[in-house]
């Protein structure tokens, strides 16, 4: 018998399809779960894959590569998804198909298989990342081929002794891991219903949060998180510590109405605490630390880095060259930020750098400033050179208040100098010979 590597939550489709993947493909199900920081029991999840009919089942403790490989470049890269979702899911699959081909050449199966339906990004994702890393091996996914529902695998996992998940009360759709808690499905499909509380986990609700704000630093060195208030962390701590500080203060709950890759939109809830206080951190030591260029430059290269994530890209040639730019811009974003959280937001106190670029002796109004006035001068009058061509050759002519409202966009008869802003009134006759606006 052929063997198929299985990624294997515990969940109720995956614990269906080693049955599945046995009867209907004839293949000899060895099941790979990954450990990316779910508190989940992974004893359990391994005896009930080998229960299920796993000939074989592997658990993977993958945090800290997780947090160091993933959730810290995509940090430096500033990747938020349509700026907003940390991309806590999409991080982790690449990781998880990583793991897949590993296990597969391992056991020598020439196959892979995941529980990802035909609507979601994870089955792209799943797919890419297993064909950069072994574009021989084939990839099963019944979910997608058979449109499975979740009614049939209730009666499949009946029918077969599987025991049915207690999570399955949940009216959502949940995967989390370190980076974050993504929430889909229920009464969420409707955006104009505000998500119930029992949507989240992770964050009190503002209103339940403490009445004092608390204050935490976080410092970085080269752009990557190393404390928390003066303690140094290793990073699965850092993460796991700031998800329950956060947490608490009802900081990192997301809203958003997110454009699939596979064309759709759909209504996301996103619990990251984590994720959107570093994110935020870390954006304040780059202010102090980048150019203005460098921040204007890495803000596009962000937007496509997430892109790229998000579309399951995470191996691709384009990634690697960016993510080498991406570091280059880490050398100095070492310094520490102070941060508040209270009642579901985050503000920043204070921050500092190792090398700022920020100088106070060139910002200041007291004495003391180094600031070359005199320059200024200088400076505007060729800044503003094209500007004041422009306004010799063309404008002269003009009043101040046509060039008003040729900046707001409008239409300016220039032969009617004079003519005052918001006159004529709309429905009068133009003057002769003017041309009629449209
Ligand atoms: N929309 C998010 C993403 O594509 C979250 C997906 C959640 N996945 C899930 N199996 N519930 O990254």
Redo the contacts with the bound molecule.
């Keep these: 018998m052929e063997k198929v590597v299985l990624a294997y939550s515990g969940g109720l489709d995956t614990s269906v399809l080693i049955p599945v993947l046995k009867e209907k493909y004839g293949y000899d199900v060895v099941t790979l779960t990954a450990n990316l920081g779910t508190e989940s029991d992974l004893n359990a999840i391994e005896q009930k894959a080998l229960k299920t009919g796993a000939s074989q089942a592997f658990v993977d403790d993958a945090r800290d590569i997780f947090v160091r490989l993933f959730c810290w470049p995509g940090l430096q890269a500033g990747a938020l998804y349509e700026g907003i979702y940390p991309?806590g899911?999409?991080l982790a699959r690449p990781l998880i198909a990583k793991l897949l081909v590993d296990i597969a050449h391992q056991v020598g199966a020439k196959a892979v298989a995941h529980g990802c339906t035909g609507k979601?990004?994870?089955q792209v994702r799943f797919d890419v990342a297993v064909a950069a890393l072994d574009p021989t091996l084939k990839i099963v996914a019944p979910v997608r081929d058979h449109k499975m529902h979740r009614d049939e695998e209730i009666k499949y996992a009946q029918e077969r002794g599987i025991p049915i998940p207690i999570t399955l009360d949940s009216p959502y759709?949940?995967?989390e891991n370190l980076w974050g808690r993504?929430v889909?499905a229920g009464i969420l499909e409707d955006p104009w219903l505000e998500p119930p509380e029992d949507a989240y986990q992770w964050t009190t609700s503002p209103r339940e949060a403490p009445d004092e704000p608390q204050q935490v630093e976080i410092e970085f060195d080269e752009g990557i998180p190393v404390a928390l208030d003066g303690v140094r962390l290793a990073p699965v701590d850092l993460v796991r510590q700031l998800n329950r500080l956060a947490g608490v203060h009802g900081v990192g709950r997301i809203d958003h109405i997110?454009n699939?890759l596979i064309g759709i939109k759909?209504r996301?809830v996103y619990e990251a605490p984590a994720a959107v206080v570093l994110h935020f951190a870390h954006n304040e030591v780059e202010k102090l630390t980048l150019s203005k260029d460098q921040m204007r430059f890495k803000a596009k290269v962000a937007l496509e880095i997430a892109d790229l994530i998000?579309n399951g890209l995470w191996f691709s040639a384009l990634h690697q060259d960016l993510a080498a730019f991406v570091a280059s811009t880490q050398r100095y974003v070492t310094g520490s930020v102070r941060v508040k959280l209270y009642k579901g937001n985050i503000s920043v106190i204070g921050r500092r750098a190792q090398h700022p670029l920020y100088d106070k002796m060139l910002a200041t109004y007291d004495t003391g400033d180094t600031f070359d006035h005199a320059s200024a001068a200088g400076f505007i009058q060729l800044f503003s050179l094209p500007l004041r061509t422009q306004a010799h050759q063309q404008w002269l002519g003009l009043s101040s208040d046509q060039i008003l409202r040729l900046s707001a966009g409008e239409k300016v008869d220039d032969e009617q100098p004079g003519d005052s802003a918001g006159d004529p009134p709309p429905g009068e006759e133009p003057p002769d010979g003017a041309p009629v606006q449209p």
Excluded: F, K, P
């Design positions: 991309l899911t999409a979601g990004n994870d759709s949940i995967d993504s889909e997110e699939r759909s996301e998000y």
